[in-house]
Nanobody, 124 residues
Framework: QVQLVESGGGSVQAGGSLRLSCTVH????????LAWFRQVPGQEREAVAA????????YYSDSVKGRFTVSEDDNDSTVHLQMDTLEPEDTAMYYC?????????????????WGQGTQVTVSS
């Protein structure tokens, strides 16, 4: 059974950093796409970044490019989202999600597997 578990959320002041982790239990595919989304209550889920496990492909939304970095551990079971220069607008629940491919539609929320989310709060 595939399970995604996020960790690392918390509260930080603007300009600070947080590192989120997504641990994948029960590898869904040999190679797959692992994405980070975020959601504010009352708003649509927004894609943040993605990485193709097993290849060098990285994807970022314009809103976080240059501030966030997605990476994977050598064991292919944990993906990190390093978030620097955080802004109050980054406040949201952050989710990791997995599906077979990333591709040009990586930022659409039609992923097969989802974690429960971890809250990030950035104060001004």
């Amino acid at each position: 059974q595939v399970q995604l578990v996020e960790s690392g959320g918390g509260s930080v002041q603007a300009g600070g950093s947080l590192r989120l982790s997504c641990t994948v239990h029960g590898k869904p595919y040999n190679n797959y796409c692992l994405a980070w989304f975020r959601q504010v209550p009352g708003q649509e889920r927004e894609a943040v970044a993605a990485i193709y496990i097993g290849g060098p492909h990285l994807y970022y939304s314009d809103s976080v490019k240059g501030r966030f970095t997605v990476s994977e551990d050598d064991n292919d079971s944990t993906v990190h989202l390093q978030m620097d220069t955080l802004e109050p607008e980054d406040t949201a629940m952050y989710y990791c999600a997995a599906r077979l491919i990333c591709g040009t539609t990586w930022n659409r929320p039609n992923y097969v597997y989802w974690g429960q989310g971890t809250q990030v709060t950035v104060s001004s």
